[in-house]
């Protein structure tokens, strides 16, 4: 939780010191996929990745000073899914949830019509109902006759990722986002996020 705190009061000591004169809005949506790593995770899950999709809007503040610096929070949907292994329970695995990344984002200018911009920053996740974070059951450690374990419903990554902006209207992503803190209590279980994607911007 410290960790969380930490994290988020950097965040958004950040976000205060941007100028609100000048700020854009971006909508997009594209492919995600989730992986699980952590000296608790068992064989089966670290070695399959759940799959699906994200979608959603971010909000540009300029920082005055600063040409190229901004400060980029997003809220976004992920779905994510996957067969479990032939006789555990639940026989598919499916995660719903909002993510909220806080990206610091530095651009600069490849040709007239294109911009290129890296980003990074903390990245919260709460869980929604319909899930596995709602279900509470699911296999995660090493031993696959252990009892199931409960996911948090909060978890914290850290992102980092790339863009490309075309004609200042359309804006190609890539990002992966590592776990930091533990999926499970008490669990060394990490979530990693990789995501690729497409936005409008207005």
């Known amino acids: 939780m410290k960790k969380i705190l930490i994290l988020l009061a950097f965040t958004a000591l950040l976000g205060?010191?941007?100028a609100?004169?000048?700020s854009e809005w971006n909508a997009?949506?594209?492919?995600?996929?989730?992986s699980f790593n952590g000296t608790d995770c068992s064989n089966f899950l670290s070695s399959h990745a759940l799959n699906g999709f994200y979608a959603g809007v971010s909000h540009e503040f300029y920082?005055?000073?600063?040409?190229?610096?901004?400060?980029?929070?997003?809220v976004l949907f992920y779905y994510q899914s996957g067969r479990n292994?032939?006789?555990?329970?639940?026989?598919?695995?499916?995660?719903?949830?909002?993510?909220?990344?806080?990206?610091?984002?530095?651009?600069?200018?490849?040709?007239p019509s294109m911009m290129a911009s890296f980003f990074a920053g903390p990245v919260l996740n709460v869980g929604v109902a319909g899930n596995l974070y709602s279900k509470n059951t699911f296999v995660t450690t090493k031993d696959e006759t252990d009892l199931m374990h409960p996911l948090t419903r909060v978890n914290l990554q850290w992102n980092v990722?790339?863009?490309?902006?075309?004609?200042q209207a359309i804006q190609l992503r890539v990002s992966y986002a590592m776990g930091v803190s533990r999926l499970?209590?008490?669990?060394?279980?990490?979530?990693?996020?990789?995501?690729v994607g497409a936005g409008f911007l207005f």
């Open 16 to 18: 205060g010191q941007a």
């Open 20 to 22: 609100y004169a000048q």
């Open 63 to 74: 920082f005055s000073a600063l040409a190229g610096l901004t400060f980029e929070p997003s």
């Open 85 to 111: 292994g032939n006789n555990v329970k639940p026989k598919y695995i499916k995660m719903h949830y909002l993510s909220v990344p806080m990206d610091v984002k530095y651009t600069f200018e490849l040709s």
């Open 184 to 195: 499970i209590p008490e669990q060394e279980i990490h979530v990693n996020t990789f995501s």
């Open 161 to 167: 990722g790339s863009a490309v902006t075309i004609a």
């Open 28 to 34: 997009g949506m594209g492919y995600a996929a989730v």
